[in-house]
């Protein structure tokens, strides 16, 4: 069965600013050492600044000014929500995007979702978004994609 998929577009809150490489709600010099050594591959690239597990020099500056600010570029997001697969033997679920209703899409997760939920923190101020999933089962077989969901950022 497909995952049913919801959008809705947000301005973050400051409790989900994702500079806060390290958790402790805080964005200081120890998130901006932390995206320096993701970005020099001396730790796994777990950022999602500039996109999941994008680890850059856009991510390195964004962190910094985070540090002086308090704001991780636009903190705008779309938060993604669908309901489970009822199959037994599904792993996760992978989440794609598109620009135009229909795709083409591509997809943001490197390694399926185990969860529900997923927030895209890539996006543009004033564009409309596009997103579809699908499920992953055990075998790492992909179902159809889901119904498309559209989520409209803020400008």
Do not use: H, K
């Not at 020099?40 to 500039?50: D, K, L, M």
């Not at 992978?94 to 899409?105: E, F």
């Not at 943001?108 to 529900?116: D, E, F, I, K, Q």
């Amino acid at each position: 069965m497909l995952p049913l998929l919801a959008a809705t577009a947000w301005l973050a809150a400051a409790q989900t600013n994702p500079c806060d490489l390290n958790g402790d709600n805080a964005v200081d010099v120890v998130d901006v050492q932390m995206a320096v050594a993701m970005r020099a591959g001396q730790r796994p690239c777990r950022a999602n600044v500039a996109g999941l597990n994008v680890c850059n020099d856009t991510v390195v500056e964004r962190v910094r000014a985070a540090s002086l600010s308090g704001r991780c570029g636009q903190n705008r997001s779309a938060v993604l929500t669908w309901t489970a697969s009822p199959s037994p033997n599904v792993a996760g679920y992978n989440v794609y995007r598109a620009l135009a209703s229909r795709g083409p899409y591509t997809r943001l997760t490197p390694l399926p979702v185990s969860g529900t939920s997923f927030t895209d923190t890539a996006v543009e101020s004033g564009r409309l978004y596009y997103y579809v999933t699908t499920s992953v089962n055990t075998s790492g077989l992909e179902s159809a994609f889901s119904v498309e969901a559209a989520a409209a950022i803020p400008p």
